[in-house]
């Protein structure tokens, strides 16, 4: 682990010996407090929050300073960034793969590190008075955060001024009104401004697709609040007409189903259907029926049984895929190591020919697997097929950017004699694969399993597995000895004992065992 250094030898001694140190907080005996402690002891939690943010926030700054970029490809240099690229943009002299660094150490993904790292430096430039009232616990973190998104871009006078006008009753407005006063005299004081921050929102807007619990998902996108407005009326004024006419499902239920259907459907039922492209993953028990592991289609989770129920809707296995899309087969073991990857057309070859060398009822020779290693750097499509059904998303741990953005990397370099291997590729998207690339002092390591291990300058190891391979169990524990037998009380003291005595048989002497230090003399 890198060490931090004081002014001298015993400073920095002494702050490696506090950084060694376990963490932990000071706690009252909860159970003995009153109600008027337990309140006053929950208002003290929230000033050691903000403290701890405005401290986080002075780290974070600190590794940033610490995160020269001189190693980074400059600009007409193999590697570098393409003009408009912004991921990882931060101070001048910063490195570009700070943020990605930084996500690794809060062990969360890029977007939050680069917005930890950009609210900081809100604070420290636009909002100092903001950043002292957080390191002095009299600002909770939330509503300091709510300044900062507001007013972290702007003029840094402009902010003073917005900043000194709000600050004195902060505390008294509830974190969304604090956030709508701020933009209010933002947009008061400088409306040009606003109006170029709102063509920039529009610029970064996109779709978003989230994954939810019991087989659902959200599906929403970022667009201006009057076509917002105007989008959720339509969809409403077409549920109340259909309540009107009889339909007697709540509300809720049609306005989801009616959203649905102008999206896939947007020219009415006359319209052909769009193209889909799916990759079921899914136990070969619970596609016979005979398990009740759960499967996904295109990453998203759903029971065994919806599995079956979309094989048989799409006739899988009779079969055909959506019309003009595509149609994908991942086969797992139990624990969601992905076996093979196959297609409708491979299936239907297979259950035709079979093994050309034992009758199929006779037969366990293996006839899907992972395609088989090239010699050449280019990975083959059936390798892109696996690694892309396997992987998902981006592998560095927290990213998850889906793999229609990734590229295929070798982990161990093909020019260091890395293989064009199944299990020596993975999905990186862009960002992540020049940090590999170009960031010093990094290392990857996958497992056969895809199982990466991705380790920082600093020494921090994150471990990311593939989407649906679950962690290796641990090993039960050993069964206590029983201690009321003589038996039990020899087993725990052999198991206990770091060198076990030799009892030898009866009578005989054990050899002394030799001396580690043995005397001047």
Known sequence: MARISGSSTFEGLLIDWSIDQPVGISRLPVGLLSRAQVAAEL????????????????????????????????????????????????????????????????NRGRGTATHRYSRARAWRDNLPATYAALGRGDLDE?????????????????????????????????????????????AELDSAAADER??????????????????????????????????????????????????????????????SLLLRRPGGHGQPDVAAHLTITATLDSLAGAGTQAGTVNGLVITAAHVRGLLARIAALGLEPPPGGSLTFALTDTDGRLLATTTVAELLRIAKT???????????CPVLGPPPATDAYAHTARQERFVTTRDRCCRMPNCGQRVGWTDLDHVVPH????????????????????????APGWHFRMEPDGTLHVTTPTGITRTTRPPGLRPPQAEPAPEPPDLSTPAGILDHLRRTSPDPPDTGPPGHEPDPAPDDDPPPF
Request: hydrophobic share 40%.
């Open 43 to 106: 208002e003290k939690v929230q000033g050691r929050k903000a403290m701890t943010a405005a401290y986080e926030a002075d780290l974070i700054l600190r590794m940033a300073q610490l995160s020269p970029d001189d190693h980074d490809p400059r600009p007409g240099s193999a590697g570098a960034r393409s003009v408009g690229w912004t991921a990882g943009a931060g101070e001048p002299g910063v490195s570009e793969f700070f943020t990605g660094e930084l996500a690794m150490v809060l």
């Open 142 to 186: 939330p509503r300091a955060a709510a300044l900062a998104d507001v007013l972290g871009d702007v003029d840094p006078q402009l902010a003073a001024a917005i900043e000194g006008r709000l600050l004195p009753e902060a505390v008294d407005l509830s974190v969304t009104r604090l956030r709508q006063r701020a933009a209010e005299l933002l």
């Open 198 to 259: 709102h063509e920039e929102a529009q610029q970064a807007a996109d779709v978003f697709l989230q994954p939810g619990p019991d087989g659902m998902a959200t599906l929403g996108a970022d667009l201006p609040a009057d076509e917002a407005a105007e989008a959720y009326a339509v969809i409403d004024t077409l549920a109340r007409m259909a309540k009107a006419v009889g339909d007697q499902r709540p509300i809720a239920r049609i306005r989801t189903e009616l959203y």
């Open 354 to 364: 079979g093994c050309p060398e034992h009758p199929a009822d006779d037969c366990d």
């Open 415 to 438: 020019a260091a004699d890395g293989d064009t291997t199944c299990t020596n590729l993975c999905c990186l998207c862009r960002s992540h694969h020049r940090l590999k690339t170009f």
